[in-house]
């Protein structure tokens, strides 16, 4: 499902350039639960963020779902990650003028999705997380939890190839933390590829293949093959 080959990322400019990801290589199959852990700044998010193409690398290949991601436009790349990626931030990253519902149908809107069809999608995963209740609710009257999941609903909506989290419950108390992993293994349970960064010891416990990133280099990944 993934192929990474040799990713290297830096920051800033000729002078002050940052080496933040030195040589990744990780290859994920479809169906697998990987953590990612690493402490603040080893590179975690920025390889989050480039497995999501939401930032580029400058070096190395990247096979997503057979396909190359090089070079990609900003317009191939929005829809790429349309259709094969959905996404789980620490700070759930809802629009606070949309409620629910809408906020989970929006990946639809931007796919052409009628308005019927996708409301009807959306409520499907509202239900699958819990919240059909919630449907008209605005994120400022949902708790922490409730909108992590509302979040998960948005992810799963355009059944995309991988869930990438990033710091899924970062930003939650253990209870919520419980449910919201819960939540992610059931995901999980389905058949969805699930990537989750965390700097949690217990989160990365949960998963089935923990991999340890520091300072740019993968240190730890037990399905590494051996060189
Ligand atoms: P983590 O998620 O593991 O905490 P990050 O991937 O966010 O680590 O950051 C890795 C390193 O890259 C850090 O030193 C961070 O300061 C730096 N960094 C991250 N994003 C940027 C950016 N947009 N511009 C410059 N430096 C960045
Ligand atoms: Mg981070």
């Known amino acids: 499902m993934i192929h990474l080959d040799n990713i290297h990322k830096y920051y800033g400019s000729a002078q002050q350039r940052l080496h933040v990801l030195k040589g990744i290589d990780l290859h994920i199959r479809a169906g ?4 990612i ?25 990247y096979r997503l779902a057979d396909q190359p991601m090089e070079r990609l436009s900003e317009r191939r790349a929005a829809q790429f990650r349309n259709q094969l990626i959905g996404f789980v931030f620490q700070s759930f990253n809802l629009l606070p003028f ?12 931007y796919q052409g999705v009628g308005r019927k069809a996708r409301n009807e999608q959306a409520r499907h995963y509202l239900e699958r997380v819990g919240l059909a209740d919630r449907a008209h609710h605005m994120p400022n009257e949902l ?68 991999i340890v990133l520091r300072d740019g280099r993968i240190i730890a990944d037990p399905a590494a093959e051996p060189a």
């Open 143 to 210: 708790s922490g939890g409730q909108k992590q999941r509302v979040a998960i609903a948005r992810a799963l909506v355009t059944q995309p190839k991988v869930i990438l989290a990033d710091e899924p419950t970062g930003a939650l108390d253990s209870v919520t933390t419980h449910e919201v992993m819960e939540l992610l293994h059931s995901v999980h349970r389905q058949g969805n590829t699930l990537i989750i960064v965390t700097h949690e010891p217990e989160i990365a416990a949960q998963t089935q293949r923990r």
């Open 98 to 109: 949309k409620n629910a519902l809408e906020n989970v149908a929006l990946p639809l809107y």
């Open 37 to 61: 852990m690493g402490s603040s700044g080893s590179g975690k998010s920025t390889l989050l963020n480039i497995l999501g193409l939401l930032d580029r690398y400058d070096e190395g290949h």
């Open 32 to 35: 697998e639960l990987v953590s």
